[in-house]
């Protein structure tokens, strides 16, 4: 029998939707959520509600826990009952532009709460360690698509400095213990249940509402929109297939994405950069109403464009489908309708 896949941040946007998936196909699922109020705490309650109801029947199949990473007593008491071999790490304190005014949030549960997550892998002994990384490492590069191979030193944001601290703690953890950790680096992923704080929830709560849209960097920026479905379906193939040593690993040229330990970085997201005005006008043209447009310079912290080079991942699982655009926002906007009525 296999043992249950243990994955953090479960009632969030992208853990709610990978733990739906897993359970629908056979998966036991070990849930944890700290279940703060960085936003509506209702949306993250109705997303456990579904997850519960999906598993009425066999609910030996779902537990979930409420506990913060940065407990590192009671985590270590869930691994000491569930020994997870996989553990999908998707909790964290998101956001670029609330870290600018609450920078502890993110230290605490983006590297207190990962390091103690870290330990109980090692303690454990985990064969497979998946973790939220972000496209905002990047920082302000400006070499496009973003490559995994690429620099990622120079981060210009709180939240992004943290990720990339992740992604330097998990090396060392799978260089020190073993532990094959992959960093997966999300794309601005959108679609139903999405997070109140990022731009497809905010433009179309904006424009039901008739109420000014601020659109920053007067419009010019881009970013590799992801639909959720796709970035579930690369998620559930990486469960069985764990990071290993690269064998031609060079250290006088070393990889920016692999190691000589098994640790690995990969880009998830969208190679085409959609304008922010573009995939504004797809939910106008689904809603059948216009924004009222505030133009505004570019807020700190935010970068100009995103785009994912796939390539490494391509190589690893496949060439993975692409929701297309229109699909996608088609799909978000019936949810948000039928969800806030």
Not at 26 to 45: A, M, P, Q, S, T
Not at 141 to 167: C, G, I, M, Q, W
Not at 221 to 232: E, L
Not at 270 to 288: A, M, P, V, Y
Request: aromatic share 12%.
């Amino acid at each position: 029998m296999k043992k249950p896949v243990l994955i953090t941040g479960a009632a969030g946007f992208i853990g709610f939707h990978l733990c739906k998936n897993l359970l629908n196909n056979g998966y036991k699922v070990i849930g944890l959520d700290n279940l703060n109020r960085y936003y509506d705490i209702k949306l993250k309650e109705k997303r456990l509600e579904l997850l519960n109801i999906a598993e009425d029947k066999k609910k030996a199949n779902w537990v979930f826990k409420k506990v913060d990473l940065t407990d590192q007593e009671n985590i270590l008491e869930i691994f000491k009952t569930y020994n997870p071999d996989v553990v999908i790490n998707l909790a964290a304190q998101a956001g670029v532009r609330y870290s600018l005014d609450n920078p502890k949030e993110y230290i605490n549960s983006n590297i207190v709460g990962f390091s103690n997550l870290l330990e109980c892998c090692r303690f454990f002994k985990v064969k497979n360690l998946i973790y939220a990384s972000s496209s905002s490492v990047y920082g302000g590069n400006t070499k496009f698509p973003f490559s995994e191979n690429d620099s990622a030193s120079h981060p210009v944001s709180l939240y992004a400095a943290t990720k990339r601290s992740n992604e330097l703690l998990a090396h060392s953890y799978s260089h020190l213990y073993g532990i094959p950790c992959t960093g997966v680096r999300f794309f601005t992923v959108y679609g139903p249940w999405g997070r109140p704080d990022m731009a497809p929830m905010i433009f179309t709560e904006a424009i039901i509402n008739r109420k000014p849209l601020k659109i920053f960097n007067y419009g010019k920026s881009s970013r590799s929109f992801t639909f959720i479905d796709d970035v579930i379906e690369i998620l559930v193939k990486l469960i069985s297939k764990p990071s290993f040593a690269d064998k031609s690993f060079d250290t006088s040229k070393p990889n920016q994405s692999s190691s000589w330990c098994p640790h690995r970085i990969l880009n998830i997201g969208n190679e085409n950069s959609i304008g922010i005005l573009e995939f504004l006008q797809k939910i106008e043209k689904e809603l059948g109403l216009e924004a009222i447009k505030e133009f505004e310079s570019i807020q700190k912290g935010d970068v100009i464009k995103t785009s994912s080079d796939n390539t490494i991942i391509n190589e690893l699982i496949g060439i993975q489908k692409k929701t297309p655009l229109e699909k996608g926002v088609k799909i978000f906007i019936d949810w948000y309708k039928n969800y806030y009525k």
